[in-house]
């Protein structure tokens, strides 16, 4: 080990939830492959209750993204040069965290090739999506370039308070949790969709809709317009962590391709994951040990239409959503009743 690698490692991802989530693999390879180098994780405001009891996390530093954004940044490299890493690796293409990693002072500073300030990286690695390698594999070859082996599955690590949290609903019995919601509305299964499943859902599982508090009225909508006969509305009530400990209980659970399947395949809860404009191949699936994917069955000649998705469906017929039968989300159920794991 060099003695640029002998110091802490700072990992930075102040992308959405789910891109921290993924990054969360490293920890844990970084904790089999280095025990003794202590790891510290940077990520925008709202984001660090998922890493900050994380038991392989040293500190957690905050980019405020809404507040002061480019002081902030200012301030986090100030704050990184005076700590003295070993190596800063962005897991990220973008200038911002591209220019903290560049002038942090690190002897090793890592990043991807396509990042605007990878001129003054020590070592660059290509990040090249559609080809089936997942987004932690590419993440994990920033740390090691040879690496080949099995895809690390991501980890979280609720903790007690966020079991307690989750335990009166997950007394309650057989459930199923469904996410209903996206950042992305291409990316997002319609309501209508959903109420086609929940219509047709067998009448003793509990189902427990989920959402932060930005889904609240949407999971409300979904609810009222719903006609199961038992179904709760959690939505804005329970934490990220407390979240993954309530999927990790649940017979089966339908999400999008967004953050909650993330939160899933980090605690590896039972997974339905319903891709619409997306596609697996962009490398960013399930990672549960029972995990299915959920599609149009035939090909469109529009999808996949983009990377993250869209507000609207370009063509305006959103087919690679409407087109998915409810029998599809039926026939994981049946076999995630009959799965052990």
């Known amino acids: 080990m060099s003695a640029a690698s002998s110091k802490a490692i700072l990992l930075i991802q102040t992308a959405f939830i789910g891109d921290v ?6 920890l844990d390879y970084l904790h089999q492959t280095e025990p ?25 530093l905050i980019w405020d993204k809404k507040q002061a954004k480019y002081k902030g940044l200012w301030q986090l490299l100030q704050q990184i040069r005076a700590t003295g890493y070993g190596r800063v690796v962005t897991l990220q293409r973008f200038a911002s965290t591209g220019f903290l990693t560049a002038f942090s002072g ?32 590419r993440n994990l070859h920033l740390l090691d370039p ?24 997950a007394a309650e019995g057989p459930y199923l949790c ?29 189902v427990y809709l989920l959402g932060g508090p930005p889904d609240v009225a949407d999971c409300t909508a979904l609810m009222q317009a719903s006609h199961h006969p038992n179904i709760v509305n959690l939505a804005g009530k329970l934490s990220l962590l ?27 809860a039972p997974t339905c994951a319903v891709y619409c404009s997306t596609v697996p191949a962009f ?51 049946a076999e995630a009743e009959k799965t052990k794991w």
Not at 21 to 26: D, E, F, G, S, V
Not at 46 to 55: A, F
Request: some cysteine; overall charge neutral; hydrophobic content about 40%.
């Open 21 to 26: 989530i993924l990054a969360t693999a490293l």
């Open 283 to 333: 490398g960013f699936g399930p990672l549960s040990p029972f995990a299915r994917i959920v599609e149009i069955p035939e090909p469109l000649e529009c999808r996949p239409c983009g990377l993250h998705g869209y507000r609207n469906c370009p063509l305006g017929h959103f087919r690679c959503a409407h087109g998915i039968e409810t029998a599809q989300l039926l026939a994981v159920l």
């Open 146 to 169: 040879t690496y080949q082996g099995p895809v690390v599955a991501p980890r979280l690590y609720p903790t007690l308070t966020d079991e307690a949290a989750a335990a009166p609903y």
């Open 106 to 137: 690190a002897p090793e500073r890592i990043g991807f090739d396509k990042n605007p300030f990878a001129w003054n990286f020590t070592r660059t690695q290509p990040h090249i999506i559609g080809e089936g390698v997942h987004e932690v594999t």
């Open 242 to 268: 407390a979240s993954a400990a309530l999927m990790r209980g649940a017979v089966l659970n339908y999400v999008n391709d967004s953050a909650p399947m993330h939160l899933c395949s980090a605690v590896g």
């Open 178 to 206: 469904i996410a209903p919601t996206s950042v992305w509305f291409t990316k997002q299964f319609p309501q209508e969709q959903w109420l086609k499943l929940l219509a047709a859902l067998p009448p003793q599982y509990r």
């Open 36 to 60: 003794a180098t202590p790891v510290d994780f940077l990520v925008r405001k709202g984001n660090e209750g998922l890493v900050k009891e994380h038991p392989y996390v040293r500190n957690v």
